[in-house]
């Protein structure tokens, strides 16, 4: 999956923001949303990118999720879960979701993820009961 567009734009998380990204800031942003992206492809099972490269047939749903992700990492880089002002402390989820990376899905983000991609962690399992009246031929496929 290398190489692969992210699944959002930096105008787009531009716009979350409230300013134009440009420069460094546009550049940081750029590798936040392709890490995003990475994450909900490996989740996804799916890269949305057509033969010619481009972005295909991407669910809403997973576009506003990279960039919450992303929204996430910018603008709280150190991913701090809290912080003291008076001497100074901070705080770190090294054991919690985000492990103290700054760019990670939730719980939920990977449920809809897995939603949107069309693929469950559940498995559905269909049984046929010997009392159907369906013989055994017929559910062989003789």
Same mark, same amino acid.
């Given at each position: 999956?290398?190489?692969?567009?992210?699944?959002?734009?930096? &105008?787009?998380?531009?716009?979350?923001?409230?300013?134009?990204?440009?420069?460094?800031?546009?550049?940081?942003?750029?590798?936040?949303?392709?890490?995003?992206?990475?994450?909900?492809?490996?989740?996804?099972?799916?890269?949305?990118?057509?033969?010619?490269?481009?972005?295909?047939?991407?669910?809403?749903?997973?576009?506003?999720?990279?960039?919450?992700?992303?929204?996430?990492?910018?603008?709280?880089? &150190?991913?701090?879960?809290?912080?003291?002002?008076?001497?100074?402390?901070?705080?770190?989820?090294?054991?919690?979701?985000?492990?103290?990376?700054?760019?990670?899905?939730?719980?939920?983000?990977?449920?809809?993820?897995?939603?949107?991609?069309?693929?469950?962690?559940?498995?559905?399992?269909?049984?046929?009961?010997?009392?159907?009246?369906?013989?055994?031929?017929?559910?062989?496929?003789?």
């Amino acid at each position: 999956m290398a190489d692969l567009p992210p699944l959002a734009t930096v &105008e787009q998380l531009g716009v979350r923001l409230g300013y134009t990204l440009e420069g460094a800031e546009a550049d940081r942003a750029l590798g936040l949303l392709v890490e995003a992206s990475e994450l909900i492809r490996d989740v996804a099972g799916e890269d949305w990118v057509g033969e010619d490269g481009q972005l295909s047939g991407v669910p809403r749903r997973v576009e506003k999720i990279c960039l919450a992700v992303a929204y996430r990492a910018f603008t709280n880089p &150190e991913a701090l879960n809290q912080r003291g002002i008076g001497d100074s402390s901070k705080g770190y989820d090294r054991a919690g979701v985000g492990g103290g990376d700054a760019v990670y899905l939730t719980k939920s983000e990977r449920e809809a993820v897995l939603k949107a991609a069309a693929r469950s962690s559940f498995t559905a399992v269909t049984l046929v009961s010997p009392y159907s009246g369906d013989s055994t031929e017929s559910l062989i496929g003789s």
